[in-house]
């Protein structure tokens, strides 16, 4: 199977303690929508900001490269690899 490229995007908001956590992310049909939902997700009264990547890969072997960021939205931390 050739390589399939997912487009998603992703919430963060802080949590109790003040911690930045990942929300729930959703698949989108292209990079365009992709940036789209995260602006939007990035207004909701709850986030503080999200993302938009892309991940390709084969999923029948489970093996997908590393994911691209392809922007993000709002107040987030300069290193999201450690959240």
């Given at each position: 199977m050739p390589d399939v490229t997912y487009y998603v995007a992703m919430p963060f908001r802080r949590d109790e303690m003040g911690a930045v956590i990942p929300g729930t992310a959703e698949e989108c049909q292209?990079?365009?929508?992709?940036?789209?939902?995260?602006?939007?997700?990035?207004?909701?009264?709850?986030?503080?900001?999200?993302?938009?990547?892309?991940?390709s890969g084969d999923p029948?072997?489970?093996?997908?490269?590393d994911a691209r960021l392809l922007h993000t939205f709002g107040?987030?931390?300069?290193?999201?690899g450690e959240l």
């Open positions: 292209s990079s365009t929508a992709a940036l789209r939902r995260a602006e939007a997700m990035s207004r909701l009264p709850d986030n503080i900001g999200a993302i938009a990547f892309s991940r029948l072997m489970g093996e997908f490269s107040e987030l931390p300069d290193d999201l």
